[in-house]
């Protein structure tokens, strides 16, 4: 049975050496209470995180808009999807809410 929490395995390198497995995966971080994982992206504001949200959306228009490019459509539409989860969505209703009218 697998399972997702933290735990000290090891494995042992070919020349015997113990390998600490948490000391190299590292990208994928767990989900409380789910089958899922999260991967960061660093960035240091929110309008960095939109300059890429928008770069993402360019390129994708870029090759639905160009007929000469060999895009699988389903490429196009996992990086969609990961711009539209980039989206700070909650951080945009609180700014909603707390403007002047």
Request: net charge negative; proline share 4%.
């Amino acid at each position: 049975m697998s399972t997702k929490k933290e735990s000290t395995q090891t494995v042992t390198a070919k020349n015997g050496e113990k390998i600490n497995l948490s000391d190299y995966l590292t990208t994928l971080q767990p989900l409380e209470h789910s089958n899922n994982y999260t991967a960061k992206i660093e960035v240091s504001e929110y309008y960095e995180l939109g300059c890429l949200v928008s770069s993402l959306i360019s390129v994708c228009r870029g090759a639905i808009e160009n007929e000469q490019l060999d895009t699988d459509p389903t490429e196009i539409s996992r990086v969609l999807e990961v711009a539209q989860n980039l989206l700070p969505l909650a951080e945009m209703e609180f700014l909603d809410r707390v403007r002047p009218f």
